[in-house]
């Protein structure tokens, strides 16, 4: 994994004009005639990301989803869950300019910061919780409030990512309301052509994440957007 320090093989990372990617046969995908680097960008990530979380829990057509954040990961889930048919996809976020972004996307939203979230589940779901909720923000938080939107026999799916060592695990609700977790990295092996695929057909459109084209050396510039939550996703260009 490259740029994710010494617990991934301390591999340098490639925000640069050129990059050496070991193994290429293994690790690297040519990019289908026809399609647009900007939008094949995120079949080596984001997109294949969430794809492969909605597949781990077995997600199917009509299900509901809930999303907990809507950062780049969350809003390609919204796009990713509508290509899967999703019955109803809710998203929830603190953020007023995040919470525009998913609801323009097509999910409906819950106001984390104005809102009590459960209440407001329950209500959407007339009591019963979702059949799947994606958390994309990480740590114990967050977890717990993927957990309190469950229903029974739903699926948790987890890519947020955390520093935290341990979680306080729900684990009388897990056994007797028959929840399923999963939590995990990527597998973007698995699952990169597939999202290759999709985007090549023009089936679902993931840069429309995209906020800010920046240069390469104004790289310092867009982590301090990004930091300042001025942005939500940003393309560095060589």
């Not at 409906?108 to 019963?128: C, M, P, Q, S, Y």
């Not at 089936?203 to 957007?225: G, Q, T």
Request: proline fraction near 6%.
């Amino acid at each position: 994994v490259l740029g994710y320090g010494p617990a991934m093989g301390d591999l340098p990372g490639v925000q640069a004009e050129l990059g050496r990617i070991p193994f290429a046969d293994v690790n690297l995908r040519k990019i289908p005639d026809g399609v647009d680097e900007r939008r094949a960008l995120f079949c080596g990530d984001n997109l294949t990301t969430v794809w492969g979380a909605l597949k781990n829990v077995d997600f199917k057509p009509g299900e509901s989803l809930a999303i907990v954040g809507c950062g780049p990961i969350g809003l390609q889930a919204i796009l990713a869950a509508q290509v899967m048919q999703a019955g109803m996809i809710v998203a929830i976020d603190l953020l007023p300019q995040r919470l525009a972004q998913a609801e323009a996307f097509g999910a409906t939203i819950i106001d984390g910061a104005n809102e009590d979230v459960i209440k407001r589940a329950r209500e959407l779901t007339n009591k019963a919780g979702f059949d799947v909720i994606l958390e994309a923000v990480g740590g114990p938080g967050p977890l717990e409030t993927a957990f309190n939107l469950v229903g029974p026999g739903s699926r948790v799916t987890a890519v947020g990512v955390s520093n935290q060592p341990v979680f306080n695990y729900p684990l009388l609700k897990g056994l007797t309301w028959d929840i399923t977790f999963r939590i995990g990295l990527a597998n973007i092996h698995r699952d990169w052509d597939e999202t290759l695929r999709l985007v090549e057909r023009g089936v679902v459109e993931p840069e429309r994440v995209v906020s800010n084209d920046m240069a390469l050396d104004e790289a310092a510039e867009a982590y301090e957007l990004f930091d300042r939550r001025e942005a939500t996703k940003i393309l560095l260009h060589p």
